[in-house]
Nanobody
Framework: QVQLVESGGGLVQAGGSLRLSCAAS????????MGWFRQAPGKEREFVSA????????VSADSVKGRFTISRDNAKNTVYLQMNSLKPEDTAVYYC???????????????WGQGTQVTVSS
């Protein structure tokens, strides 16, 4: 049974930083691309960042470029999202996902975590 468990969310002031983690089990982690998505209240879930199987290639949404960094440790079956210079508009539930395709599209991801809340106060 595949499980993705996010952690690291919380309340932070604007300009602050958080690091999200997503621990995976039940799958061959190094064979999957990993992505982070977020969903703010009243909005659709949106792509944040993705990282390829080996970790050498990443892609991020324009809204987070230069502030968020995705990385992975295949030895620990974990993907991270380092979030710096946080803004109130970054407030959302953040989800990690695993998929066979390195992509922005949610429908290409097969497995999802339950999400972790990130709240940025102004």
């Amino acid at each position: 049974q595949v499980q993705l468990v996010e952690s690291g969310g919380g309340l932070v002031q604007a300009g602050g930083s958080l690091r999200l983690s997503c621990a995976a089990s039940g799958l061959t982690f190094s064979s999957y691309a990993m992505g982070w998505f977020r969903q703010a209240p009243g909005k659709e879930r949106e792509f944040v960042s993705a990282i390829r199987w080996s970790g050498g290639i990443t892609v991020s949404a324009d809204s987070v470029k230069g502030r968020f960094t995705i990385s992975r440790d295949n030895a620990k079956n974990t993907v991270y999202l380092q979030m710096n210079s946080l803004k109130p508009e970054d407030t959302a539930v953040y989800y990690c996902a695993a998929g066979r395709s390195f992509a922005r599209a949610m429908e290409l991801y097969n497995y999802w975590g339950q999400g972790t809340q990130v709240t940025v106060s102004s």
